[in-house]
């Protein structure tokens, strides 16, 4: 349990707190005083979060117990400041090879769960007059890669329910933000490899050799810490006049400028750069940069 306790103390509810960002992001909170509820589908979390942090069990994709949670939180606190819905994982693979069934799953987590969970928040927050939802999003929202596409049209989705949700909410005294890295250093890489076990189309062993033995998963070197994700939600959560976006990073600034560019030069650049981070990735190993 945090030492935050008192009653005056402001309360976030964060969710794939067990690990990476979410961890990050519930001591970066704790670290500033913040009563700080850390969830995640996988119990227990880990015991330096446990004692600092109130742990508990929530599967975004159930809706009953996105509603229990919520109400425990109100009743042992009387508020909610601040929802960040960090919870999500990517199925790789060609669109064409990636299961129908896999791809619903994790577009219930990365979009549908956040919107159950934003339901359950906001009553409390519209009648409080204040609140902040602040929803762990990616660049690839904005710039689709070949092997992550059904993972990108997840964020994209997101990318597009938080703007929704901003516009609806002006006026209300909730505040709606996206942060949105590109790679970070986690283990969402190796969970998604982990998920490639289906029938291959032959057609992409390009696209497989790149999600495999590339950078289109981890990012290498380009990949930022998740510490320095948890400081711009934290940033979106207490800044006076919250943005509406937060990259995080040069690489991430840079995949947005690359957005306005047409598809013709957008995607030689995809294609270009999962052929080349093989290369780059064998090349950073032998340099013993690993």
Request: with cysteine.
């Amino acid at each position: 349990m945090t030492d935050a306790n008192e009653s005056t103390a402001p309360v976030a509810l964060i969710t794939g707190a067990a690990s990476g960002i979410g961890a990050a992001t519930a001591a970066a909170f704790a670290d500033r005083g913040w009563r700080v509820y850390a969830t995640d589908v996988e119990t227990p979390l880990p015991e330096a979060l446990r004692e600092r942090c109130t742990c508990r069990e929530l599967d975004v994709t159930d809706a009953e117990q996105c509603r229990t949670v919520v109400e425990q939180i109100v009743a042992e606190t009387d508020r909610i400041d601040a929802l960040v819905n960090n919870a999500g994982y990517a199925v790789p693979g060609p669109v064409e090879d990636v299961d129908p069934e896999d791809a619903r799953r994790q577009f219930d987590v990365l979009v549908h769960g956040v919107a159950t969970l934003c339901r359950a928040v906001l009553p409390e927050m519209r009648a409080a007059g204040r609140g902040r939802i602040v929803n762990v999003s990616s660049v690839l929202g904005m710039s689709a890669v070949p092997g992550l596409g059904t993972y990108c049209a997840g964020k994209a989705a997101l990318e597009s329910l938080t703007d929704a949700l901003r516009i609806e909410l002006r006026g209300t005294g909730v505040d709606v933000s996206l942060v949105e890295p590109a790679w970070v250093d986690t283990g969402f890489a190796d969970g998604a490899r982990e998920r490639l076990d289906g029938d291959r189309n032959d057609a992409y062993e390009d696209t497989y050799a790149a999600l495999e033995r590339g950078w289109v998963l981890e990012g290498g070197p380009l990949a930022a810490d998740p510490e320095a994700v948890a400081e711009r939600v934290v940033a979106a959560a207490t800044a006076a006049s919250p943005r509406a976006r937060y990259p995080v990073g040069a690489f991430a600034h840079f995949v947005r400028w690359t957005h306005i560019l047409p598809a013709r030069v957008q995607d030689p650049i995809q294609r270009w750069f999962g052929r080349a981070s093989i290369a780059a990735n064998r090349l950073y190993r032998l340099l013993g940069k690993t």
